[in-house]
């Protein structure tokens, strides 16, 4: 697979910036929601085949990407 950085793109004049799958206006925090609302890969292939699979797996690797790299600050 390509890294995610090939396939995820932020550009102010689509969906406000929010990063999406390059060449589409599907953000990856629709395809995040898609599965944690139990969607397949499979449905979703099915219902966006501009989509593939290479660009549901990297919108997870972008999101444990921000995740790791989140940090927590706490107030004592």
Known sequence: M??????????????FGKPCITGT??????????????????????????LTREDILAALAFAANREENTKILVSA
Do not use: C, H
Request: hydrophobic share 45%; proline share 2%; no cysteine.
């Open 2 to 15: 390509k890294s995610w950085q090939e396939r995820i793109s932020m550009d102010t004049e689509i969906r």
């Open 25 to 50: 206006r599907i953000a990856v925090l629709d395809i995040l929601g898609w599965l944690a609302n139990g969607m397949s890969y499979e449905e979703i292939l099915a219902d966006f085949p501009s």
